[in-house]
């Protein structure tokens, strides 16, 4: 009100533009906060990015899968007295375990929230169709062009990728010389409550005190005791149930991977969907796909024992029970992306080797069991199974958050391993 006297003293012309400019005041601070249009999702950069990390770790998987398949043939064809190279394995373990957990970072910067679940899900899901792919071909190319040229073929298409990720890849869209000037204004605007100069030391403490931490590393530690059980036991429990030859074994033990690859792009589109119209929230998506990602592989392998009457209802219960853990990609296998985007590569790194835990301990208690009581071995291990994939999940369903910690508000610039 103070403000009239002013603008009576003023010439009609001053008036008249100063009227505009009062006018056009709330106009431009209304468009200051307009996010920018959304542009194309598929025809994009971000998405021809998540298909080629896609293509990448299908190489990644292949060429360490292959080593295992091709062990055998390696060893009858060198002598009796050759011994396979572990220290050749252990290293592409190294390796594909390091690309893995680095790759997660690339959507701290590329990836808008509303997308995130079909960004990620794309490129992680590369390993599975790796997986199926080099089940399918190994055995074809060992018997036609010899155990050498599986390498040559998967080693090549790696190498080839490799240099195409070394010439795309930017750490920032900001930097990329090839995105859109409206994908990355996008991008950066929906990234931009992200984004921080501020640094600040890694805060430890407050992260192991952290129960949306523990929730991870617990949701991690039973996806990867399912997942372990179901990946290096599954021709066992074929060779012992359904009394099938290798390469019937070879296919039985191939299509988990491809179903399992289906589910995973089904759940990013799906995690996206219900947050762009508003169906779910964030932390009710994770914790809907917590709960198939955990309960579903359980609640199937029990099947296998119980309902299992023809060789068709068993090979369904072990397709489902091998291939719905993938439900996790839109649970637990992300959720640090939302609770500390800052820190999102150490937690990943230490949820990870959590998960290397259960890994470890599941596969060398299985074979304990089924070496000790083969008779009643997969009751054993498919009910201590399902106990801790029952406990790790109502863990995660009380604990588990989807928004951005105290602890991790400080520094939005992400911290590397």
Request: hydrophobic share 45%; proline share 4%.
């Amino acid at each position: 009100m103070f403000g009239i006297p002013c603008r009576a003293s003023l010439p009609s012309g001053d008036q008249t533009l100063q009227s505009k400019e009062e006018k056009l005041e709330p106009i431009m601070q209304m468009d200051n906060q307009i996010t920018p249009k959304k542009v194309r999702s598929f025809c994009s950069f971000r998405y021809g990015l998540s298909l080629l990390l896609h293509l990448c770790n299908v190489a990644l998987m292949a060429q360490n899968m292959c080593l295992n398949l091709t062990m055998v043939i390696m060893v009858n064809s060198t002598g009796p007295h050759s011994l396979p190279n572990t220290s050749t394995e252990e290293h592409l373990e190294n390796i594909k375990g390091s690309a893995l957990i680095s790759q997660h970072m690339i959507w701290v910067k590329w990836a808008p929230p509303l997308e995130r679940g079909r960004l990620t899900t794309l490129s992680l899901s590369g390993n599975l169709l790796g997986s199926f792919i080099v089940l399918l071909v190994t055995g074809f190319i060992c018997q036609s062009l010899g155990w050498p040229m599986v390498f040559y073929i998967f080693g090549a298409c790696g190498c080839a990728l490799s240099l195409l990720w070394f010439v795309l890849f930017y750490d920032d869209p900001k930097d990329h010389p090839c995105i859109s000037i409206s994908e990355k204004e996008y991008i950066l605007s929906c990234l931009n409550q992200q984004v921080s100069s501020s640094t600040q030391s890694l805060p430890i403490k407050a992260m192991i005190k952290s129960l949306p931490f523990w929730a991870i590393a617990f949701g991690s530690f039973a996806f990867h005791w399912t997942n372990t059980i179901m990946v290096l036991y599954t021709p066992t429990f074929i060779k012992a149930k359904l009394h099938v030859n290798i390469k019937e074994n070879g296919l039985l033990s191939a299509l988990p991977y491809l179903f399992a690859w289906s589910f995973g792009i089904l759940v990013g589109h799906l995690t996206d969907f219900f947050l762009s119209r508003n169906i779910l929230r964030l932390i009710t998506i994770q914790k809907l796909f917590n709960t198939l990602g955990l309960l579903l592989p359980a609640f199937f392998s029990l099947c296998l024992l119980y309902l299992s009457s023809s060789i068709y209802s068993m090979t369904i219960f072990l397709i489902l029970a091998s291939s719905t853990g993938s439900f996790c990609m839109g649970g637990v296998l992300i959720n640090g992306l939302d609770i500390a985007p800052s820190f999102y590569g150490f937690l990943k790194g230490v949820t990870a080797i959590i998960g290397m835990i259960g890994r470890l301990i599941s596969s060398t208690l299985c074979g304990v069991i089924l070496n000790q009581d083969p008779e009643s071995a997969w009751f054993k291990i498919f009910i201590l199974m399902a106990v801790i994939d029952v406990l790790c999940l109502l863990f995660c369903l009380v604990f588990g958050k989807a928004d951005i910690q105290d602890w991790a508000k400080g520094n939005q610039e992400h911290t590397r391993l």
